[in-house]
């Protein structure tokens, strides 16, 4: 059974870091891919950052320049750094497991975290 633990959010003022850790167990080789999600208050989920096996990634447009996303494959954890931080960055950030080919990234339906908050504000 996949599980997938979000860490590392926070508060912070604009310009600032922030890393967030996802940790996964059950993960199996039917998936390639794993993804950065976030949803703010009452706006739909964004895919913010994905990364294929091989480590292949793509960003959202916003987050091009200042997000970094990463794998460690043998400690099964996924990481989002993130730096200069905007207000409108503030969201519930979630990863999940999914497909990832033709550099699209396609969530397993069912696999999310629980969510980590990220709040920035001055």
């Known amino acids: 059974q996949v599980r997938l633990v979000e860490s590392g959010g926070g508060s912070v003022q604009p310009g600032g870091s922030l890393r967030l850790t996802c940790t996964a167990s059950?993960?199996?080789?039917?998936?390639?891919?794993m993804g950065w999600y976030r949803q703010a208050p009452g706006k739909q989920p964004e895919l913010v950052a994905a990364?294929?096996?091989?480590?292949?990634?793509k960003y959202v447009d916003s987050a091009v320049g200042r997000f970094t996303i990463s794998r460690d494959s043998a400690e099964n954890r996924m990481y989002l750094q993130m730096d200069s931080l905007k207000v409108w960055d503030t969201a519930v950030y979630y990863c999940?497991?999914?497909?990832?080919?033709?550099?699209?990234?396609?969530?397993?339906?069912?696999?999310w975290g629980q969510g980590t908050q990220v709040t920035v504000s001055s």
């Open positions: 999940n497991v999914g497909h990832y080919y033709d550099d699209n990234y396609y969530p397993a339906a069912g696999y």
């Open positions: 059950g993960v199996t080789s039917d998936y390639n891919g």
């Open positions: 990364i294929s096996n091989t480590g292949n990634t």
